[in-house]
C-alpha cells in the first residue's frame, strides 16, 4: 500500500480544486484499478481514474492508504497539490509506469518519509517529477537506471546532499538540478558512463563545495562525450582538478560555464 498524509484545511491552502473537507488524488492516463481507505474511515474500491475523497471527520490532517494499480500520480503543478504533505510508505507505487511527468510537481508541502522505494525501474522520464518540491530534503532513492528524460526532474526541491543514484542512461539533464539554493554535496562518479550532453542550467542556483563541482566535472569528462553544454552558478568555484576536465570537455566541443568564469 502507499501511504500518504494530506490536509483538508482550507485556510491553510488556498489554491486547491477540492472543498476543505476533501482531497483529489490525481491521475492521468490508463493502468490504474486500485482501493483508498483513510484513518478516519472513508473507502472505496475499483477506482480506475482520478477519486476525490470526502473525509467522514472533516477538515484536518489525514492519513490516505491506496493499494492496488497506481502507476502515478499527476499533480502538475495543479489540484489538490499543496495539501499532500508527507509520503510515508511508497507500497506499489509506480509498478508497471513508464513515465512519471509532472507527477508530484508543484506539491510545496510534501517530505518525504519513506523507508521503502517506488518502483520507477522501467520508467524513461522523469521530466518536472518533482519540480517545486520545496520541503523534499531527501529526495526518494529509487532505481532510476531506465530514465533518459530527467529535465526539470528535481528543480527548486531544498536538497542539501544528493544521493548517488544510477542515471547512466540519462540524455536530457537540462534543468534538472537548479535552484536547490541548498545544495552543497553531490557524490563522485555520478555521470562516469552517463550518455547525457544536455546539461543546460542543471546546476545553476546551487550551492555546491568545491570538491563536488569538482567531481560533477571529472566525471563528465571521464564519460567521454562530445558537443555538450553545462552550466553551474553560485556556490564554489572548480579547483585546478575541475579546471582540467573543464580545459578536456572544452576540446570536444562543450561549452562549459562555472563559477569563477574559468
Not at 39 to 44: F, L, P, V
Not at 178 to 193: E, I, K
Amino acid at each position: 500500500s502507499t501511504l500518504d498524509r494530506s490536509s483538508a484545511a482550507s485556510d491553510v491552502y488556498k489554491r486547491q480544486t477540492s472543498s476543505s473537507n476533501q482531497f483529489t488524488i490525481p491521475t492521468t492516463g490508463s493502468g490504474y484499478n486500485y482501493s483508498i481507505s483513510t484513518s478516519d474511515g472513508y473507502s472505496a474500491s475499483g477506482i480506475t481514474g482520478s477519486h476525490t475523497i470526502t473525509f467522514p471527520t472533516g477538515a484536518g490532517e489525514h492519513t490516505v492508504t491506496i493499494s492496488g494499480d497506481f502507476p502515478r500520480l499527476y499533480f502538475n503543478n495543479g489540484g489538490d497539490k499543496l495539501k499532500l504533505i508527507s509520503i510515508e510508505n511508497w507500497g506499489n507505487y509506480g509498478l508497471g509506469s513508464t513515465n512519471q511527468d509532472r507527477a508530484f510537481r508543484g506539491c510545496e508541502n510534501v517530505v518525504n518519509n519513506t523507508s521503502d522505494e517506488p518502483h520507477f525501474s522501467l520508467v524513461t522520464s522523469f521530466a518536472f517529477t518533482f519540480q517545486n518540491c520545496n520541503n523534499l530534503v531527501i529526495p526518494p532513492v529509487a532505481d532510476y537506471s531506465a530514465g533518459e528524460n530527467f529535465s526539470y526532474c528535481w528543480f527548486g526541491c531544498d536538497i542539501v546532499s544528493f544521493p548517488s543514484i544510477d542515471i547512466s542512461a540519462g540524455t536530457n539533464f537540462s534543468d534538472t538540478f537548479r535552484n536547490n539554493l541548498n545544495l552543497t554535496d553531490f557524490p563522485t562518479n555520478m555521470f562516469d558512463s552517463c550518455l547525457g550532453t544536455n546539461f543546460t542550467r542543471a546546476f545553476s542556483g546551487t550551492n555546491l563545495s568545491q570538491t563536488s563541482i569538482d567531481n560533477i566535472l571529472v566525471s563528465l569528462d571521464t564519460a567521454n562525450q562530445s558537443g555538450g553544454t553545462f552550466e553551474q552558478n553560485n556556490g564554489s568555484a572548480p579547483s585546478s582538478v575541475g579546471e582540467t576536465a573543464i580545459d578536456n570537455l572544452r576540446s570536444r566541443g562543450w561549452t562549459v560555464i562555472v563559477t569563477g568564469g574559468y
